[in-house]
């Protein structure tokens, strides 16, 4: 073997292989070509799923409720017309609550989507409504148009720095006509403002060690107050932008259950049969109240910030005084016939509930009157009823504070739809209670 042969050998694995016969041994080798049928089935995929994707999305778009037109709260007072070239503003299509049947479970949508200029800004929200109460009406569950869950946000009092209350003398924001919420609890006296109200969902606070959550609705004008604890757990409620009867809906964060703020109960969901405790609470006049309470906390939040008469994130005193004013109501009824009511459908009155019987006491005209406390019957229990202006009272049984609203009247006879109204007698009873020794 000569030594040219021998250098040819392969002496590793490395070592090229010899070229197949009939190639030229000094031809170069050429590069294998690439497999394109696996790059065609990879095109493929992916458009495929782009193709899917677009469909889920068309079919998702399909199930969601539409934007249907329903009885909304009308314009408080005429619109002006739009400037010169300018393009007048209009307001998101009203909603409905609109079931939804599934496999499993019954659902209710209450927050729909509501897009502008076609980007959505807040997803919709599904409460489970297979358990519910027996007494729940589903046709009463309305939707505000523009409202939505969540749209509210919760003033959490310990997330409040200090101070958070300050005594009533110290607080200078307050106009005499301005409205506080009184709550009595656990030894403890605290004062709301209703402005501060107006801004919030509700106001999550601790009285007497007891965690409490006081919630006002704009619609109906009524404050309540539930205790925060169930048996086994704190509840943390939201709003979820509904209407029942005449009662904002709230939603607990924990079940997703919807809650009644006036009876206090569950409606739907996983807390269907829970109730929570209702304290009294009562409605004063700051003018009427302050001076006989300069010592009692006043929450504070908010109010430094602004001028009197102004309210910082809700609606101005104007607006409020025009809805006031308006004999529209901002919903649909179901018992309320204008026709046949014996009072302005937004006329003050407080409401007492006892042994089966509800009766309604039109504030504003017995304050017109001269009336200041009135003594009367009601399912079979003697009550006496103060009146403290013409859009604030409350009402006692015994000397102790009864869950006597005060509220517009055509929410009262939509909860209590058998219910009668006080006939005022000729003679005044008792002059007006200036300096309360009850309902704090």
Not at 74 to 94: D, E
Request: aromatic letters at 8%; hydrophobic letters at 40%; a negative charge.
């Amino acid at each position: 073997m000569s030594e040219s042969e021998t250098d040819a050998e392969p002496k590793d694995d490395l070592t090229p292989a010899e070229p197949e016969a009939g190639e030229a041994s000094g031809t170069p080798q050429e590069p294998v070509p690439t497999d394109y049928r696996r790059n065609i089935w990879l095109l493929v995929i992916i458009v495929g799923g782009v193709i899917a994707a677009w469909a889920l999305a068309m079919l998702w778009k399909a199930k969601t409720p539409p934007e249907i037109e329903a009885l909304g709260p009308p314009a408080l007072a005429p619109p002006a017309g739009p400037s010169p070239g300018r393009a007048p503003r209009t307001r998101p299509a009203p909603v409905v609550v609109r079931r939804v049947i599934g496999t499993e479970a019954e659902m209710i949508w209450a927050a729909p989507a509501l897009r502008t200029a076609g980007v959505q800004y807040r997803l919709p929200r599904l409460f489970d409504v297979t358990q519910r109460d027996p007494a729940l009406d589903m046709d009463a569950l309305v939707a505000l148009p523009g409202r939505r869950a969540d749209l509210g946000p919760n003033l959490v009092v310990g997330d409040l720095p200090e101070p958070r209350f300050q005594p009533a003398r110290t607080i200078q924001a307050l106009a005499p006509d301005d409205r506080v919420v009184v709550l009595s609890y656990g030894g403890e006296t605290r004062a709301y403002p209703v402005r501060t109200l107006l801004n919030y969902a509700g106001i999550c606070d601790r009285v007497g060690q007891v965690p409490v959550y006081v919630c006002w609705s704009r619609f109906t004008q009524v404050a309540r107050c539930l205790v925060a604890h169930l048996a086994d757990r704190d509840v943390q409620w939201r709003d979820a932008g509904l209407m029942y009867y005449g009662s904002d809906v709230y939603y607990d964060a924990e079940s997703g259950s919807l809650w009644d703020p006036f009876s206090g109960r569950a409606l739907t969901g996983p807390a269907t049969g829970q109730a929570a405790d209702l304290i009294p609470v009562a409605v004063w006049r700051w003018g009427d109240w302050q001076p006989a309470h300069a010592d009692t906390p006043v929450l504070a939040a908010e109010l430094e910030a602004v001028g009197v008469g102004e309210i910082t994130g809700g609606p101005a005193p104007d607006i409020l005084d025009l809805y006031l004013q308006s004999p529209l109501v901002p919903y649909r009824l179901k018992h309320f016939n204008p026709e046949s009511s014996p009072l302005a459908p937004k006329a003050f009155i407080v409401g007492v509930a006892l042994g089966g019987q509800a009766r309604a006491y039109p504030v504003a005209e017995l304050s017109g009157q001269g009336f200041g406390t009135l003594a009367d019957s009601v399912g079979g229990t003697t009550v006496e009823v103060h009146v403290t202006s013409p859009y604030t009272g409350y009402a006692t049984a015994e000397g102790k504070l009864l869950d006597a609203p005060v509220m517009l009247w055509f929410a009262w006879q939509e909860i209590h739809p058998e219910g009668d109204v006080y006939q005022i007698p000729a003679k005044r009873p008792l002059p007006l209670d200036a300096s309360p020794t009850t309902g704090q």
